[in-house]
C-alpha cells in the first residue's frame, strides 16, 4: 500500500459561540499586567483534519486541534512530500522521517502537533487496510469499558456550578473536572473563591466520588504553595497543571508537597518530553493529548515509559485518538470526557466535525470491535456552520 495524497483542510467555526464570562477559568495570560481578552488563549474556534490517501482507495483520518492554519501549512509544505509514495505500515520510519526532517524547528508545538495528525491518519489507515480498530492494533481490549470523568465545571457562580455537578451525577459519571476561576493576581479573596468552589461541588457529589482541580497553568508555585495545604481536605484526584508547563522542577517540588497527585502533560510532547516528567516524578498522572504529542506512534511510547514508572496515564481530552490508547494499556484507568454543548472554548468542536466519537452511558464508553481504523468520519452536517480552507 502507498500514501498517494495528503489532504489537509481548515475549519474555521463561524456558528453561534457562547463566550466564557470574566474568571471562567484560571490561564497562564492571567499573572500579566493587561489581561486584555485573557480567555483567548484557550479559545480556540479551528480545526485541521488531515486525510491520507492511499493506492487501495483507502483514505485515514487524523486531526490536529492547535493553531490550524498553521499546522496545515506545515504539513502541506514539510510533511506530506515526506509521506507521499511511502508505505503507512512503514509509522515508525515515517515518523522518525517527519520528526528528523523538521528537528531544527519542530520538536515540540506546533511542529509536533502537524507530526501527530499525519500520525493518527496512518494509524486510521492502517486499521481499515486489516479491518481492524486501532486499538487491536495497540495491545487490544485491557479493560471491558473505559470510565470516564465528566470535564467541564468552568468557574461560574456556585449555585450553577452545583446543579452543573449534579446534572453529572444523574448521567451517571463517578467523576468529574472542575476549574478554578482565580489565581495569583486575584489575592485572599480569590484563594477562598477558589476554596468556596471546591467545597460547593464535594458539597454535591460527596466524599466518595473522583474530583479532579484544573488550574491550566494559570497559578504559580508560590500560589499553588499556598494554595495545595489548603485543598487537601477536599481530597482531589487530582491538581492539574498548576505552574507553566515549562516548569517541570516547580512540578516536581509540588508533587512532593503534599498528599495531592500533580497531573500535567497536555503541553508536553514526544517521549523525550515525558521522559523528563517521570523521571524528574512532577506528575503523578500523565495527561498527553494523542494529537499533540506525536501521535499514536508516540503515545504508545509514553505509555510503556509511564507503566514502569506505575503512573497512570489519562489522556487530555478523550476523543477516538486518545479512547484507543486507553483502551489498550492497561496503565489507563480512565478518559477525559467533555460534555457537548455549546461551541464555548472550542474542544466542543469536535462533535460539529466528526461523527462516531462514542457517547458515555452510565459513566462508559465502549469502543466497537468491529469497526476499522479510529471509527470516525467527517460529519457534513455542519459544514455549512464552518470557514472551510483547502
Ligand atoms: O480538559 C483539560 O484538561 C483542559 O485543559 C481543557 C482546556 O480547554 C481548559 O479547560
Ligand atoms: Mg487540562
Redesign the pocket.
Known sequence: MKITQVRTRVFEWKGHTVPPTPHF?S?AMDELWDRGDSMGT?RFHGWTTVEIETDTGLVGLGNVALAPRIAKAIIDQYLAPLVINQDPFDYEYLWQRMYRATHAWGRKGIGMAAISGVDIAIWDVMGKAVGKPVFKLLGGRTKERIPCYA?KL?RTDLKSMQEEAQSYLDQGFTAM?M?FGYGPKDGPAGMRANLDSVAAVREVIGEDLDLML?C?MGWNLEYAKRMLPRLERYQPRWL??PVLADDIDGYAELNRLTSIPISGG?HEFTHYGFRQLLEKRAVSVV?YDTNRVGGITAARKINAIAESFSVPVIP??GQMHNYHLTMSTLASPMS?F?PVHDVE???ELFYYLFKGDPEPENGFIDLDDDEPGLGLSLNDDYFDQFHIIE
Do not use: L, T, V
Request: net charge negative; aromatic share 20%.
Open positions: 477559568c490561564n484557550f470535564s468552568y473536572k476549574r484544573e491550566y492539574e497543571e497536555e495527561q487530555h481530552a477525559e467533555f472554548i472550542g474542544n
